[in-house]
């Protein structure tokens, strides 16, 4: 299968650090971690948002996993210990450094400040410090690997010895039965920047990802069956998941064949199935992920919009064959995938003003779904005629019991405000206010769920209260996608009859299903509501229904 990682790697860049380091990222006053003097971070720590220090350049690699945003540069010599190739090897300005045989693409280059001292071993005091040295270090290098696309490749020297003990693929390929005694490996489906990543984890115990890698690595710790930096992958695509690119990470979790990141990304298209559908990355899923999709039974949107989304798919795999993006070609390459849509289950008005009219159907089964919807005979047909059951809200009830006392609870455009955490993602769909407790009345009502004082989501509507201290909900457009051990602030400032219920004997914690919720004061609420008493009685979500098994 053919991987189309380019448009991934757009939408996690806008979630990346805009600026890319080409260079070599020194900290002199760190620990030395390596043979150039750069600093590390303690073992087995993940830096999720800053640039992967490495000693090499910048490479444009064209490899299936390439980073789209690299362009082709020439490779520059340091006076640390680089090895780096290309298919047209530069002349370096440093007077040290050799020139490459004729017969290898490889360039060796002066050994780096950590290892050009004859006694380097006596200033590095730990086992993990001297094997550090030899990252990237052509001291001692037994194996040499050509890695990227030709053209586009980059030499990077190594230790059979050091990958051996990581990697029972390297222990194969150098030491198994089968072992060849090759000086210098091609590897041109990996990218270099992440195969210096997968070195890097060896023989320092560190990892650095990027998000405009971090696909690329992934493939390559599952080539290589490096289990801790698949799982560090994995966890920092699961940090960055969003419905802008929650399907084009759907699509590589199934590639990957990684079951609880697949599952995570159908809770956020669940949840947010419209955003999901109309993301940049939705047109770039494969055939069998849209299939997915298209049968997903919990989807919370409507089926028009499945409909607009499957052919925007089908005209953008169109031009992928290079064939005009025409009704009747857009048909052809959806397939069966086309009878996965609910079509019978659409309102009359919008299969009658859109669907019928986008071309895509027939005459015979345009008019076949005009009789479902208008007569009593009902005619058979090729489409799924059940509603799809979309997600079930849950809701969070934070107080104990309700009261109303007269002259007590007034709305006068002042905020009531309570702030709240999560152990694991919801959706936030609306909240549960009071009403009047004078009779029937109706109320406007301005909603707001912020995360440090920035405006996540905020919606005026209104509701009607029938004069009962039952809540009364109201919704945001969209689900708001709410991250654990974060806090929200959740808002209302109502405008109706001055007098209503309000909540009593507060909790600071309440447990719903899966998820357990905090509760703390906010300095934004203005009439008096807070942890113990007061308005938004509820959170309305979407989520985990059940608590994790126990093992």
């Not at 900290?27 to 390596?34: K, L, M, V």
């Not at 540069?73 to 780096?84: G, H, I, Y």
């Not at 494969?286 to 089926?303: F, Y």
Request: proline share 5%.
């Amino acid at each position: 299968m053919a991987f189309r990682l380019e448009p991934l790697r757009a939408l996690l860049e806008n979630w990346a650090c805009d600026e890319r380091l080409e260079n070599i990222f020194i900290q002199p006053e760190a620990e030395s971690c390596n043979n150039g003097g750069f600093s590390i971070t303690p073992p087995h720590s993940v830096s999720q948002r800053e640039a992967m220090q490495i000693l090499q350049p910048a490479s444009a690699p064209t490899s299936p996993l390439a980073s789209p945003n690299l362009t082709s540069t020439t490779s520059t010599t340091f006076s640390l210990n680089v090895a780096s190739c290309s298919s047209e090897a530069t002349t370096s300005n440093n007077s040290s450094t050799n020139t490459a045989s004729n017969s290898s693409p490889c360039l060796l280059l002066q050994h780096g400040e950590g290892t050009i001292d004859p006694n380097w071993q006596a200033t590095k005091p730990s086992v993990r410090e001297r094997n550090a040295a030899m990252f990237n270090n052509e001291l001692m290098a037994d194996v040499r690997f050509v890695v990227g696309n030709p053209g586009h490749t980059q030499c990077i020297p190594a230790h059979k010895y050091v990958l051996a003990t990581g990697s029972s693929v390297f222990y194969a390929m150098f030491y198994g039965g089968l072992a060849e005694d090759k000086e210098e490996i091609e590897v041109p489906d990996v990218e270099p920047s992440a195969f210096l990543t997968l070195l890097k984890y060896l023989y320092c115990d560190e990892i650095h990802l990027e998000a405009d890698t971090v696909l690329a690595t992934l493939y390559v710790a599952k080539k290589y069956i490096v289990p801790h930096l698949a799982r560090a992958c994995v966890n920092y695509l699961e940090t960055s998941l969003t419905a802008k690119n929650a399907c084009l990470l759907l699509s590589q979790s199934r590639l990957f064949e990684e079951p609880d990141l697949m599952q995570r990304c159908w809770e956020v298209i669940d949840a947010q199935a419209e955003m999901a559908l109309r993301s940049e990355g939705f047109v770039d899923i494969d055939m069998a992920t849209l299939e997915s999709v298209l049968s997903r039974e919990t989807l919370n949107c409507k089926e028009m919009h499945l409909f607009e989304a499957a052919l925007n798919w089908a005209g953008a795999e169109c031009l992928r064959k290079e064939i005009d993006p025409t009704p009747e070609n857009k048909r052809a390459v959806l397939n069966s995938a086309l009878f996965l849509i609910r079509l019978p289950t659409m309102s009359l008005e919008d299969f009658a003003n859109h669907a019928a009219q986008l071309g895509v159907l027939t005459p015979e089964e345009t008019i076949d779904i005009f009789l479902h919807f208008t007569a009593h005979s009902k005619p058979n047909l090729s489409f799924p005629t059940r509603t799809r059951a979309g997600l079930k809200p849950q809701v969070c009830h934070r107080f104990q019991s309700c009261a109303y006392r007269s002259n007590q609870w007034r709305y006068r455009g002042r905020c009531d405000s309570i702030q709240f955490s999560v152990d694991k993602r919801i959706f936030v769909v609306g909240f549960g206010l009071y009403g009047s407790s004078n009779g029937a009345a109706d109320y406007t009502v301005k909603i707001e769920l912020k995360r440090l004082g920035r405006v996540l989501a905020e919606h005026n509507t209104k509701f009607f209260s029938d004069g009962s201290s039952n809540t009364f909900h109201v919704y945001f457009e969209h689900p708001i996608q709410v991250e654990p051990e974060s806090y929200y602030t959740a808002s209302a400032i109502l405008d109706g009859v001055e007098l209503s219920y309000f909540g009593q004997e507060g909790m600071s914690e309440a447990a719903v299903g899966a998820v357990t919720f905090q509760f703390q004061c906010s300095s934004e609420s203005t009439n008096g509501t807070g942890v113990q008493g007061g308005q938004i009685p509820e959170l309305i979500f979407y989520g985990p229904t059940q608590p994790p098994e126990d093992h």
